[in-house]
C-alpha cells in the first residue's frame, strides 16, 4: 500500500526559505505514470494546490506561487522536494504530498498526513 | 480560474438524516469529448488528511460506503449522505481538474449532528 510521510522544519522565520520532503514508501517513483503534488491547508484559504512533479522532473506550478517554488524529484531516495522563499505568516499552513491519478492528472490520493509549518520570528 | 463555491459552509443534521451539499462552478467541468465531469469529493476528519471519496462526479472510491453518493453535471453538483452516521461528522471538498494541472478546491462544508 502506497503511503507518502512529509518531513521538515516547523518553523520557518520570515524572508526565508521553507524546504519540505515526502517520502513514498510502498511504490516507486520512478517510471510511474503519476504526477507527485504538495497541496496546502490554511485557514484563509482552504486547501491550495502547490506545484506538481513527474519522475522525469517535468514540473507544473500554481500561477499564485510560482516564483516563489521549486518542486523537485530524487527518484534514487523515492522521494520529491518542496521550497518555498520569501516565506511570510501567509505561508503558514500544514502542508500535505500527495499523488495525481494519471492520465487525466485527476484526483489526489492517497495523501501524506501533513506537516504544519509555522511561518514566524 | 475555475472557481468552485461550496453550500452551505456548515450543517447540522440528525443521525440516520439525509445529508446534502451542493459544489457550483464557475464554469463547466463537463468535458464533451468524453462526456465525463471532471470533479471529485474529499472527506476530512479532525487532524487527518482529505480521503477521497468520489471522482468523475459520481464514481465511488473502492472502500467507500454506498450511502455516499455523487450527482450532478456541468457546474451544478451534489454531495449526498443519505443516512448520516456518526463517524461521517467531517468537513467536505470538492476538486475539479478540467483545468489540470490548474487543480482547485472548493472551500469546504462542515457537517455536524444536530
Known amino acids: 500500500q502506497l503511503q507518502l510521510q512529509e518531513s521538515g522544519p516547523g518553523l520557518v522565520k520570515p524572508s526565508e526559505t521553507l524546504s519540505l520532503t515526502c517520502t513514498v514508501s510502498?511504490?516507486?517513483?520512478?517510471?510511474?505514470?503519476?504526477?507527485w503534488a504538495w497541496i496546502r491547508q490554511s485557514p484563509g484559504k482552504g486547501l491550495e494546490w502547490i506545484a506538481s512533479?513527474?519522475?522525469?522532473?517535468?514540473?507544473y506550478y500554481n500561477p499564485s506561487l510560482k516564483s516563489r517554488v521549486t518542486i523537485s524529484v530524487d527518484t534514487s531516495k523515492n522521494q520529491f522536494s518542496l521550497k518555498l522563499n520569501s516565506v511570510n505568516a501567509a505561508d503558514t499552513a500544514v502542508y500535505y504530498c500527495?499523488?495525481?491519478?494519471?492520465?487525466?492528472?485527476?484526483?489526489?490520493?492517497?495523501w501524506g498526513q501533513g506537516t504544519l509549518v509555522i511561518v514566524s520570528s | 480560474d475555475v472557481v468552485l463555491t461550496q453550500s452551505p459552509d456548515s450543517l447540522a443534521v440528525s443521525l440516520g438524516e439525509r445529508a446534502t451539499i451542493n459544489c457550483q462552478s464557475n464554469?463547466?467541468?463537463?468535458?464533451?469529448?468524453?462526456?465525463?465531469?471532471?470533479l471529485a469529493w474529499y472527506q476530512q476528519k479532525p487532524g487527518q488528511p482529505p480521503k477521497l471519496l468520489i471522482y468523475?462526479?459520481?464514481v465511488r472510491e473502492s472502500g467507500v460506503p454506498d450511502r455516499f453518493s455523487g450527482s450532478g453535471s456541468g457546474t451544478d453538483f451534489s454531495l449526498t449522505i443519505s443516512s448520516l452516521q456518526a463517524e461521517d461528522v467531517a468537513v467536505y471538498y470538492c476538486?475539479?481538474?478540467?483545468?489540470?494541472?490548474?487543480?482547485?478546491f472548493g472551500q469546504g462544508t462542515k457537517i455536524e449532528i444536530k
Open positions: 512533479v513527474f519522475y522525469s522532473g517535468s514540473t
Open positions: 510502498g511504490g516507486s517513483i520512478s517510471f510511474s505514470p503519476y504526477y
Open positions: 464554469q463547466s467541468v463537463l468535458f464533451r469529448s468524453d462526456n465525463k465531469n471532471y
Open positions: 476538486q475539479q481538474y478540467y483545468s489540470s494541472p490548474q487543480w482547485t
Open positions: 500527495s499523488r495525481a491519478s494519471p492520465v487525466y492528472l485527476g484526483w489526489f490520493d492517497p
Open positions: 468523475w462526479a459520481s
